[in-house]
């Protein structure tokens, strides 16, 4: 059962543009995102986190907006860079009595082209 | 700090034989994850120790996955028989158990073949 979902394989993006990644949750008890972003041959990274107190959190080029109504958030990257090209995953943890986990989506893989 | 370690990088077996990953989290970290990566399913988390304590195994596909963690630095996923669907990405991760901490630190991954 995917909670996190991410419903774009992928996205090509020109250098200096702006990078829009989408990820839908069906879980309303959400109450915390991440972002990771991955290159190959390396585990994921954490990017940028956003709280469902607030409804955008920035850092530097990277800016998460989240619309607890639709249930959507979104992470901007302004502008652009070929060092961006990576996959980038949402997540949302669910927290238990003795601990949590993270429930990723299945990632958006970025190419910015030059 | 070095960061989560894990090995070996790259195994390749065949079917049926039994495999062995190894994970070393991050000094001081509490909660350690094993994670699988593939095409198809994503980044789905196979099971998750808080303070060398398995909480939730509710990911582990089957009877042929088993996960240990022994002491506070080292964890080691199992599986026997392997089997080519197994052929995946693993990764390790941790982080430190303190509120709110959902930032978790991942290791390099394990690449498994199985032929």
């Known amino acids: 059962d995917q909670q996190v979902k991410q419903n774009s394989p992928s996205l090509s993006v020109q250098e200096g543009r702006i990078s829009i990644l989408n990820c839908d949750y069906t879980?309303?008890?959400?109450?915390?995102f991440l972002w990771y972003k991955k290159y190959p041959a390396e585990g994921p990274t954490f990017l940028i986190s956003i709280s469902s107190i607030k409804d955008k959190n920035e850092d530097g080029r990277f800016t998460v907006f989240l619309n607890k109504s639709a249930k959507h958030l979104s992470l901007h990257i302004v502008p652009s860079q070929p060092g961006d090209s990576a996959v980038y995953f949402c997540?949302?943890?669910?927290?238990?009595?003795?601990?949590?986990?993270?429930?990723f989506g299945k990632g958006t893989s970025l190419l910015v082209t030059p | 700090d070095a960061g989560v370690i894990q090995s070996p990088r790259h195994e390749v077996t065949e079917m049926g034989q039994e495999v062995t990953l190894r994970c070393k989290p991050i000094s001081g970290h509490n909660s350690l994850f094993w994670y699988r990566q593939t095409m198809m399913r994503g980044l789905e988390l196979l099971i998750y120790?808080?303070?060398?304590?398995?909480?939730?195994d509710s990911g582990m596909p089957e009877d042929r996955f088993s996960a240990k963690m022994p002491n506070a630095s080292f964890s080691t996923l199992k599986i026997q028989p392997s089997e080519p669907r197994d052929s995946a990405v693993y990764f390790c991760?941790?982080?430190?158990?303190?509120?709110?901490?959902?930032?978790?630190?991942f290791g390099p991954g394990t690449r498994l073949t199985v032929t």
């Open positions: 120790f808080n303070n060398n304590v398995p909480i939730d």
């Open positions: 991760a941790s982080s430190p158990d303190s509120v709110r901490a959902y930032e978790q630190y």
């Open positions: 997540a949302a943890p669910i927290s238990g009595l003795f601990g949590y986990a993270l429930n």
């Open positions: 879980n309303s008890m959400f109450d915390y």
